[in-house]
Nanobody, 128 residues
Framework: VPLQASGGGLVQPGNSLRLSCEASGRAFSSATVAWFRQGPGKEREFVAG??????????HYLDSMKGRLTISRDKAKNTVYLQMSSLMPEDTAVYYCAAVHRRLIVSSLRVENEYHDWGQGTQVTVSS
């Protein structure tokens, strides 16, 4: 399922940004969608994930960013959002969304190979 990531841009420290990850095609009753990021000179890392199966939904976040992130899903739009607040220069990175059509166990959320589909990435730059 092709994924389209969008919403990145240049923001000042302390500001907020909302990223979108839209999936084309039909919605899945069970799936996991995650956001990863890769900063300059850094390895790609898990940021947040949302996993669902039927009516059961769970969200998970990078510990160092808890309290500043909210991941959510709009079922009708087949879109997952990542709301980021109180952004800091160290949040500067290319943000990628990824998806797999099953509800991953928590310990697998951070494993990139578990995901079948990846978006193209959207650049987030936090700078004054």
């Amino acid at each position: 399922v092709p994924l389209q990531a969008s919403g990145g841009g240049l923001v000042q420290p302390g500001n907020s940004l909302r990223l979108s990850c839209e999936a084309s095609g039909r919605a899945f009753s069970s799936a996991t969608v995650a956001w990863f990021r890769q900063g300059p000179g850094k390895e790609r890392e898990f940021v947040a994930g949302i996993r669902w199966s039927g009516g059961n939904t769970g969200t998970h976040y990078l510990d160092s960013m808890k309290g500043r992130l909210t991941i959510s899903r709009d079922k009708a739009k087949n879109t997952v959002y990542l709301q980021m607040s109180s952004l800091m220069p160290e949040d500067t990175a290319v943000y990628y969304c990824a998806a797999v059509h099953r509800r991953l166990i928590v310990s697998s959320l951070r494993v990139e190979n578990e995901y079948h589909d990846w978006g193209q990435g959207t650049q987030v730059t936090v700078s004054s």
